[in-house]
Nanobody
């Protein structure tokens, strides 16, 4: 597994961004994939997770209703659509996967991609 997150940038409050996480070795199609983020001076926190086939998703309360996680296994890609962004969403976003078909905030994730910076500011 080799993950690469992309799609970050700077956006005004209320704006949208779509992050992508690509597995260049095309090996995570049977595994859950999660997004985490780390804001400056804070601990890393769970954002969302999607099961191996996309049939199950889970979100942190702070993003539920604004963010949507999805995947396209044919492209070995997981997406995080982020709408109605707030300054408190500013963080480096990481995607991660492990050896489980279903995951949650406390699932062990063995593989992590390099993060992508998201900055929400006016």
């Amino acid at each position: 597994v080799q993950l690469q997150a992309s799609g970050g940038g700077m956006v005004q409050p209320g704006g949208s961004l779509k992050l992508s996480c690509v597995d260049s070795r095309r090996t995570f199609t049977n595994n859950a994939v999660a997004w985490f983020r780390r804001a400056p001076g804070k601990e890393r926190e769970f954002v969302a997770v999607i099961s191996w086939n996309g049939g199950s998703t889970s979100y942190d309360d702070s993003v539920r209703g604004r963010f949507t996680i999805a995947r396209d296994n044919a492209k070995s890609t997981v997406y995080l659509q982020m709408n109605s962004l707030k300054p408190e969403d500013t963080a480096v976003y990481y995607c991660a996967t492990g050896r489980s078909s279903f995951g949650g905030r406390n699932t062990p994730y063995n593989y992590w991609g390099r993060g992508t910076q998201v900055t929400v500011s006016s």
